[in-house]
């Protein structure tokens, strides 16, 4: 799951609970899933900093990746 | 007429300049005011030695200018012209001491027929790419909104990717960048970018591409107008954003790209999100959810009242009617009680067994029993069958 997908979805969590037509407990249920959405978004947003790879094909030709210094 | 004041200022002997001080005040002069200009000029009398270094002069219609190229210059700028050679040369004014002569410290030479060259190759480039629809708008897809993982394809030395680190670095943080190194310029600069473009098809999870490199001359840029890196772009499966050299340069990587972005750093600023403004876009949501969420509970607990209300009156008229039967049964059941019957004066003979005595049979002559009564019982005998 990525960023732009729990915002999707938030958006329609959102859209859903605010249309009226939604019954408590399905609205409840939304509601806990919104929550537990929100808290994914913002720890994924909380990296410290940005982690950088190199990338090299191997002599087989298998990708490997490599932390870059600094 | 004969001032001697005026005779003394212009007596030379106690202030004339050596000739180093003027050629050294002079070299100062002309070497602080010039920064590296282009001259476009005829070569004459161009002279290589086998040092390598050039010697010849520069001329137009009117004058001429000495030039020197030092052997470092001169291995870049292959064969020597011909005198008549019309040129485009980069070059520094300045004064050579040892001769006090005017002349041009040259770093950069290029025949303008070469330009030409390259210009017609450009144009050749562009219009086979053109043929082949890769130019066309509507091939240009979108840059995703919240890409997390980016490929990079430039020179791990470069500043390219230092300007691009930075700038995903502030804005963001939560992104993995993914370097594939290529040599941006020279020879097999072509080949290696074609070969780090066609390794970003194969990264898994890769959003989007960003190839580039930073400023540079017009020949440090030439691979980004190569034919066959222009086609490897359009082969790449995700979006791609070309950022090659500075806001002035345009390349034909530039025309296949989804985006052109003037540098490297816009390229990242560009590609990646403002993580304050998705995080302001999450309090935002968080509002609405909470906001959203009280308003149901709202709806629903008036919802809730009301049914509790129409319960309660239900539950009373069932309790009402029950009640009514309750007191109807009640008082058939107290109608039925044996104490009533008592009441009314009938005895109920009881053996000493416990059981009531019902028939003749039961009653043995001289055998005691009681008789229970509305208020108690008797002890009694029976006199004869």
């Known amino acids: 799951m990525s960023i732009a997908q729990d915002l999707a979805r938030l958006e329609e969590i959102v859209r859903k609970l605010e249309a009226d037509d939604v019954e408590l407990d399905a609205a409840l249920e939304l509601f806990e899933e919104g929550v537990a959405r929100l808290r994914a978004a913002r720890e994924r947003l909380g990296a410290a900093e940005v982690k950088v790879q190199t990338v090299l094909e191997e002599a087989g030709g298998d990708l490997r990746l490599t932390d870059l210094d600094g | 007429m004969s001032n001697p004041l005026q005779l003394s200022a212009l007596d030379p002997t106690d202030e004339a300049w050596s000739v180093t001080k003027l050629v050294s005040a002079a070299k100062r002069l002309v070497e602080g005011e010039f920064v590296p200009v282009w001259i476009r000029g005829e070569v004459v009398g161009l002279k290589a030695w086998s040092s390598g270094h050039w010697y010849f002069n520069l001329r137009d219609r009117s004058t001429q200018v000495r030039c020197c190229m030092w052997s470092r210059y001169t291995i870049a700028a292959g064969k020597p012209p011909q005198d008549g050679t019309e040129v485009f040369v980069l070059g520094r004014p300045g004064i050579y001491e040892a001769k006090g002569d005017f002349q041009l410290n040259v770093t950069r030479l290029i025949p303008t027929a070469a330009i030409g060259a390259a210009q017609r190759e450009l144009e050749r480039v562009k219009e086979a790419l053109r043929r082949d629809g890769l130019l066309d708008p509507a091939r240009k897809r979108p840059i995703p909104e919240l890409a997390t993982t980016v490929a990079v394809v430039t020179s791990t030395a470069g500043a390219a990717l230092r300007d691009v680190m930075t700038v995903v670095g502030k804005r963001w943080p ?189 009653f043995v002559p001289g055998a005691p029993f009681r008789l229970r009564v509305a208020d108690g019982s008797v002890a009694a005998r029976v006199e004869s069958p």
């Open chain 2, 174 to 362: 939560c992104c993995r960048l993914l370097v594939v190194n290529a040599r941006v310029q020279g020879d097999g600069a072509v080949g290696a970018l074609v070969r780090a473009l066609r390794l970003v098809n194969r990264i898994p999870g890769v959003e989007l591409c960003i190839v580039g490199r930073g400023g540079g001359g017009r020949e440090d840029l030439a691979a980004f107008n190569s034919e066959k890196v222009c086609r490897a772009l359009a082969e790449v499966r995700v979006p791609t954003i070309s950022a090659v050299g500075h806001e002035t340069d345009l390349s034909l990587t530039d025309l296949v790209a989804d985006v052109r972005a003037p540098t490297p750093s816009a390229a990242a600023e560009i590609a990646v999100a403002d993580r304050r403004e998705v995080l302001r876009q999450l309090d935002d949501l968080a509002a609405r959810l909470a906001g959203g969420l009280s308003s149901r509970t709202r709806l629903g607990a008036e919802r809730l009242a009301r049914t509790a209300d129409r319960l309660h009156g239900t539950i009373e008229a069932v309790f009402r009617r029950e009640r009514h039967r309750w007191d109807r049964l009640a008082a058939q059941l107290d109608a039925l009680s044996p104490l009533r019957i008592l009441d009314r004066g009938y005895a109920v003979p009881v053996g000493p067994d416990g059981y009531v005595l019902k028939r003749r049979e039961q």
